[in-house]
């Protein structure tokens, strides 16, 4: 009987804790393009925008041994707010918290190193950005120095950015952009990766509480035979 009563509060407990579900990103690791090893592209990358059109703002490279995952990744040129958006055509949704994880590049050589970028969420009603100038998207952004973690020249490495909904969800579909702020290195991402986990409102949890001070009340007063 108390494994029984165990297994009932767990499950009371869990029952309004939602599992995160993984957001569809087109081509989140830029390996669309085949390239040879060394190779690079000025090609706007499948699944992406880039308001800037196929200039060399950023670029798709396939260094060997420098990526996230793949063989490609982008890369981003020094001073000229090279920009990639992806509307996701998915929904925001109320009371969500979403994680983009994105892979950080620490390229070694003059300029190469780690760089700044603004990473962040929008939404499809936005206007769309303008080539060569900051862009701040109207849901959240963050700025990162990719040097913070991606610490070993010549690697990538894992960071992520949060942002989480309350009861009105933001207006259109979900949009997520990279962006090069620095004015002396480059930038190179790979590899994103958007999660999406509901968060229980105030109102569930007091009802979890409840339920699982209920059913322990039940073991203290009428506890069950050995």
Request: proline share 7%; charged share 15%.
């Amino acid at each position: 009987m108390r494994a029984v009563f165990h297994v009932l509060l767990l499950a009371v407990l869990s029952a309004g804790l939602a599992h995160g579900a993984a957001v569809t990103i087109n081509n989140p690791g830029f390996e669309s393009d085949v390239l040879a090893v060394g190779g690079w592209s000025d090609a706007v990358p499948s699944g992406w925008q880039d308001p800037a059109g196929p200039d060399n703002s950023n670029f798709i490279e396939y260094i060997s041994g420098f990526s996230s995952e793949g063989t490609n990744h982008l890369g981003f040129d020094a001073n000229e707010y090279g920009l990639v958006y992806q509307d996701l055509g998915t929904a925001w949704s109320p009371n969500t918290r979403y994680t983009l994880t994105f892979g950080v590049g620490n390229r070694n050589g003059t300029n190469f190193a780690a760089g700044t970028g603004r990473f962040g969420f929008g939404s499809s009603t936005e206007p769309v950005p303008s080539a060569f100038t900051p862009y701040t998207p109207l849901v959240f952004s963050q700025d990162v120095f990719t040097g913070t973690y991606a610490t070993v020249v010549g690697a990538f490495a894992d960071t992520s950015i949060t942002f989480t909904t309350g009861a009105v969800a933001p207006a259109g579909n979900i949009r997520i952009s990279a962006q090069n702020l620095d004015t002396g290195t480059r930038l190179h991402i790979d590899n994103f990766r958007l999660d999406a986990t509901p968060i229980p409102e105030p109102g569930t949890w007091a009802a979890l509480a409840l339920a699982g001070g209920f059913l322990l009340r039940r073991k203290i007063t009428r506890p069950c035979r050995p």
